[in-house]
């Protein structure tokens, strides 16, 4: 599995960063006590993030405690109480934003995903997420995904070849494009983007691996299922929405990409609550 957490500590030491600048004047005017405060939901969701939740208040003061009363993956609802924190009246008070701001991020990525997944669980497609991410946090959106019932898709430019529209175009031909990935890293997998049934057939003919069917209509997407007949995978991308993805998975298509899963960010409300 992906190391999710790769990018953990310097996702959060940044977002400190930001937000404190020089110094964080508000808490300057309080004393320094030892207090008890809740992370508390404010709606349904799919809870993700825990992890970059504890590591921001860590970053000021690794003595502060928490008790979680849920965990990433649970499904939670309005005015439930997700953790206890216990530490300084400074570190919570400063860290709280920072912290609130990754958790409501994650659980809304996780939250959008299993959507998506509920509504094809009776075909066997799949969802896939994209690089439509947010700067800095590829990895902690990817590991939302995965929350959220989704899977991952490469995960960069590095680790899988998807030759899309504009590669094609520079190389000539997607037989060409093929044939150059092969040479470069005969090792690494070769997905091909197609937008028409003739492009299909060379793709196949190149050996490409998986097809993205950019934008096909049902028909056509049942077309080029009915051509391959399970030669290579298919991904449905493009134009996907709720109220469409349940024909276009019942085409047969094996996977569908959503962008809007981690680029159209719905934060799910929740708040921290000095007791």
């Known amino acids: ?23 964080d004047i508000n808490v300057k005017l309080l004393p320094n006590n030892i207090i008890t405060a809740q992370l508390i939901s ?15 208040f860590n970053q000021l003061d690794n003595e502060v405690k928490f008790n979680w009363l849920a965990k990433d993956k649970d499904n939670i609802k309005p005015n439930q109480c997700l953790c206890t924190i216990v530490g ?42 994209t690089r439509k991410t947010i700067p800095g946090l590829r990895r902690a959106q990817k590991y939302a ?3 959220g019932g ?11 070849f998807l030759l899309k529209e504009n590669h094609i175009a520079a190389a000539g031909s997607i037989t060409q494009a093929i044939v150059a990935a092969r040479n470069y890293a005969p090792n690494l997998p070769i997905e091909v983007e197609v937008e028409t049934l003739e492009q299909v057939t060379e793709a196949l003919n190149a050996k490409a691996e998986r097809l993205l069917l950019d934008n096909f209509t049902l028909s056509k997407l049942n077309m080029a299922v009915n051509m391959v ?17 349940h024909a276009i998975a019942k085409t047969g298509v094996d996977f569908i990409s959503i962008g809007a899963i981690t680029k159209n960010v ?10």
């Open 88 to 129: 300084t009246s400074h570190t919570l008070l400063t860290a709280e934003r920072s912290a609130i701001n990754f958790i409501q991020l994650l659980s809304s990525t996780a939250t959008e995903t299993q959507q998506y997944v509920k509504a094809i669980s009776d075909t066997k497609a799949k969802i896939l997420d």
């Open 229 to 245: 007949q399970g030669q290579v995978e298919l991904e449905a991308s493009g134009g996907i929405n709720l109220e469409n993805i």
């Open 266 to 275: 719905q934060a799910i409300d929740f708040s921290i609550r000095v007791i």
């Open 42 to 56: 404010r709606e349904s969701a799919i809870l993700c993030g825990t992890a970059w939740f504890e590591e921001t």
């Open 145 to 147: 995904v995965h929350c």
């Open 150 to 160: 989704g899977t991952n898709h490469r995960m960069g430019l590095y680790d899988a």
């Open 1 to 23: 599995m992906e190391n999710f957490f790769k990018d953990l500590a310097t996702n959060v030491k940044h977002a400190l960063a930001e937000d404190i600048g020089s110094g």
